[in-house]
C-alpha cells in the first residue's frame, strides 16, 4: 500500500508540483493553446492555485556574532572567532534535526532528485530542452518526431522528457497519454 501521508510523501508532492508548473509554464511558451492540452493538465491547472503546498518550518536559534573589540583584536581574528561561533551553532542544529530523524520523530526525507543540466562539455540536454520535450510529448508527439525538431538523439530525448514527466507523476506513453486525456485527473 502506498503511504498518502507523512513528511517524505508531503516532500514528494511538493516536488511534483513545482515540475508540474514548469511544465505548464512551458507549453505556453510554446504558445500551445490550453485547449489543445490533455484533460488532465487542463484540469490539474485549473485546481492548482487551490492545491496545499506542504512545509514544516524549523527556526533555527538566532546567531549574536561576538563582540568586536578593535583595541584588542584585529578584524580577521574576530572573523576566526565569528566562523567558529557560527559554525558550533549551526553544526548543532543540524545535530538536533538527524536526532529527530534518528528516533522516528521527524521522517527522513529523501534528497530531490537533481536534473543534471549541459555540463561543462555540453553533454547533457538543457533544463529547458527537457520540458520542452516533456510538454511536446504531452501534446501528442512521438518521441521521433520530437528528436526531430531537437539536436539531440531520439535516445537521449526520450530519457530526458521521461525523467521529467515522472518526477511530475504524469504519463509519458503516448497511449497512456491519450487514455488519461479522457479523464480528469488532478
Known amino acids: 500500500m ?3 501521508s507523512g513528511q517524505a510523501w508531503a516532500a ?3 516536488r511534483e508540483q513545482e515540475v508540474r508548473t514548469r511544465i505548464v509554464r512551458t507549453l505556453q511558451e510554446l504558445a500551445i493553446p490550453a485547449t489543445e492540452w490533455p484533460d488532465f493538465i487542463q484540469s ?3 485546481n492548482a492555485p487551490h492545491q496545499q503546498r506542504f512545509g514544516h518550518k524549523v527556526t533555527p536559534p538566532s546567531f549574536q556574532p561576538p563582540v568586536y573589540d578593535r583595541l584588542a583584536q584585529s578584524i580577521e581574528e574576530w572573523k576566526k572567532v565569528a566562523d567558529a561561533a557560527w559554525e558550533r551553532l ?3 542544529f543540524v545535530r538536533q534535526r538527524r536526532y529527530w530523524e534518528q528516533v522516528g520523530v521527524d521522517e527522513k526525507i529523501p534528497p530531490a532528485t537533481k536534473t ?3 555540463g561543462k562539455t555540453g553533454r547533457y540536454a538543457k533544463i529547458e530542452d527537457r520540458y520542452k520535450w516533456a510538454a511536446l510529448r504531452l501534446r501528442g508527439l512521438a518521441w521521433k518526431e ?3 525538431q531537437s539536436p539531440a538523439d ?3 530525448v526520450t530519457k530526458a522528457a521521461t525523467q521529467v514527466l515522472r518526477a511530475a507523476g504524469w504519463p509519458a ?3 497512456a497519454i491519450k487514455a488519461a486525456a479522457n479523464t480528469k485527473a488532478t
Do not use: E, F
Request: glycine share 4%.
Open 2 to 4: 502506498v503511504s498518502v
Open 12 to 14: 514528494k508532492k511538493n
Open 44 to 46: 490539474w491547472q485549473v
Open 90 to 92: 549551526r553544526d548543532h
Open 116 to 118: 543534471r543540466g549541459p
Open 146 to 148: 520530437i528528436a526531430a
Open 154 to 156: 531520439i535516445s537521449t
Open 173 to 175: 506513453k503516448l497511449s
